[in-house]
């Protein structure tokens, strides 16, 4: 079922695109296919890591996100688990840009492509490891980390490469840690992911019930804490 509707949301939010952004892109590209591809990896990957980061950090996005992270396990199903408005928002965002830098159509294909498979990879649960490929690509390794419970832990924003988590100090990787429980702090927040249609109006209720009230989101806390800190802090033994 939510399969079908990421289908749907994906659908929408390049139609939207397609309607208000014919004029946006150059006529001819002469660039390689492969300059194409490593561009739009480079830039969608960009736009995804700080769409996927003020998602955590800004209160009134966080209950669009969150239902992602409720399950207390990583798997994947999970991927599919968003909300309409992070897809068709992301959606629209990304193909705004790579359609402004002039990507061709392969290079979007291939692209997008390679963004789908790494979106199933990451939420795959499996013990795959990929050694030090985990210093270039996102996985399923970096990703639990992204979903654990422990905020100090829960870096790792990018979906598709390490790049930007890299250059903005939000990396994490333990080969070597085993413990590591996934969810979010206080579940009883969000509906549960099997009921889509709470799903959808959960953000609508919270916006519409924030004024005049303290939100009772645990990233509400972590978001008062700078960065840097909170990783500096994330040691193997604190998480235990
Ligand atoms: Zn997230
Ligand atoms: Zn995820």
């Not at 009134?60 to 996100?65: E, Q």
């Not at 790792?156 to 085993?178: A, C, H, M, T």
Request: aromatic share 14%; net charge neutral.
């Amino acid at each position: 079922m939510y399969f079908g509707l990421i289908m749907l949301y994906g659908g929408l939010g390049e139609a939207a695109v397609r309607a208000i952004a014919v004029d946006l892109s150059p006529d001819t590209n002469s660039w390689p296919l492969w300059f194409n591809v490593l561009v739009a990896i480079l830039a969608g990957s960009f736009v995804g890591y700080w769409q996927h980061r003020l998602e955590h950090r800004v209160d009134i996005l966080w209950p669009v996100h969150g239902i992602h992270h409720v399950p207390d396990k990583v798997n994947i199903t999970n991927n599919s688990v968003v909300h309409f408005i992070e897809l068709i928002c992301g959606t629209i965002l990304t193909q705004l840009v790579l359609l402004t830098i002039g990507i061709s159509d392969e290079g979007l294909l291939i692209s997008g492509l390679f963004t789908i498979m790494q979106g199933y990879f990451i939420h795959t649960n499996s013990d795959i490891r990929i050694g030090r490929w985990n210093h270039v690509l996102a996985s399923c390794e970096l990703h639990r980390f992204h979903h654990s419970n422990y905020v100090p832990e829960a870096g790792n924003f990018g979906s598709e490469i390490v790049l930007w988590d890299k250059l903005f100090g939000s990396y994490i990787y333990r080969p070597d840690q085993k413990q590591l429980e996934v969810g979010v702090a206080k579940p009883h927040t969000f509906p549960s992911p099997f009921n889509i249609i709470k799903g959808w109006w959960h953000p609508f209720r919270y916006w519409f019930r924030r004024v005049g009230r303290q939100p009772p989101y645990f990233y509400t806390e972590r978001s008062k804490i700078p960065v840097r800190d909170r990783l500096e802090h994330a040691t193997p033994s604190d998480s235990q």
